[in-house]
Antibody, heavy 116, light 106 residues
Framework: DVQLVESGGGLVKPGGSLRLSCAAS????????MNWVRQVPGKGLQWVSS????????YYADSMKGRFTISRDNAQSSLFLEMNNLRVDDTAVYYC?????????WGQGTLVTVSS | DIQMTQSPSTVSASVGDRVTVTCRAS??????VAWYQQKPGKVPKLLIY???SLENGVPSRFSGSGSGTEFTLTINSLQPDDFATYYC?????????FGQGTKVDI
């Protein structure tokens, strides 16, 4: 079965940094575009970033450009999101999701709380 | 970035009703639209991709249509399990923006 398991969330102060990880299993990780999506509790979904199969093509939502860095390690079947200069409004559950024509598989999410 | 505008934000319906949710894109996105269902405390579930293709295992009462800038998700004969929030998403461009969501409640 396809599994995506996020980790690395937690409480961080404004201006701080955090690195999220997503461990994938049950499929050939290197064959799929991967994504990060976030959701403020009780609010809507916001696409954060996508990375192509080999990591050559990377895209970010405008509000994350310059602060967030997506990467992947195909050998370890892992996806990462490095988040710097975090703001209070970055507080959300962060999901990793598989796919490029609709996100068919999602992890359970990891909560990032940015607060002083 | 391409904006996706969903309407209505909330729809009140009853079991057995037909429900329609609309999504409008800020520019032509061909048929590169997906629809998701999300229940409280759960992760989103992909229902439809490429505007009208039903994801495996999704009941046939769900259907999607549209192209260009106007897209529709239709739920025929609403079931108790369908009360949830629905999101559209475009993946025509390098950004994969979501609509703001439509809550279907009783």
């Amino acid at each position: 079965d396809v599994q995506l398991v996020e980790s690395g969330g937690g409480l961080v102060k404004p201006g701080g940094s955090l690195r999220l990880s997503c461990a994938a299993s049950g499929f050939t990780f290197s064959g799929y575009t991967m994504n990060w999506v976030r959701q403020v509790p009780g609010k809507g979904l916001q696409w954060v970033s996508s990375i192509s199969t080999g990591g050559s093509y990377i895209y970010y939502a405008d509000s994350m450009k310059g602060r967030f860095t997506i990467s992947r390690d195909n050998a370890q079947s892992s996806l990462f999101l490095e988040m710097n200069n975090l703001r209070v409004d970055d507080t959300a559950v962060y999901y990793c999701a598989r796919g490029s024509s609709g996100f068919a598989y999602w992890g359970q999410g990891t909560l990032v709380t940015v607060s002083s | 970035d391409i904006q996706m505008t969903q309407s209505p934000s909330t729809v009140s319906a009853s079991v057995g009703d037909r429900v329609t949710v609309t999504c409008r894109a800020s520019q032509n996105i061909s048929r590169w639209v997906a629809w998701y269902q999300q229940k409280p405390g759960k992760v989103p579930k992909l229902l439809i991709y490429k505007a009208s293709s039903l994801e495996n295992g999704v009941p046939s009462r769900f259907s999607g249509s549209g192209s260009g800038t106007e897209f529709t998700l239709t739920i025929n004969s609403l079931q108790p399990d369908d009360f949830a929030t629905y999101y559209c998403q475009q993946y025509n461009s390098n950004s994969k923006t979501f609509g703001q969501g439509t809550k279907v409640d009783i």
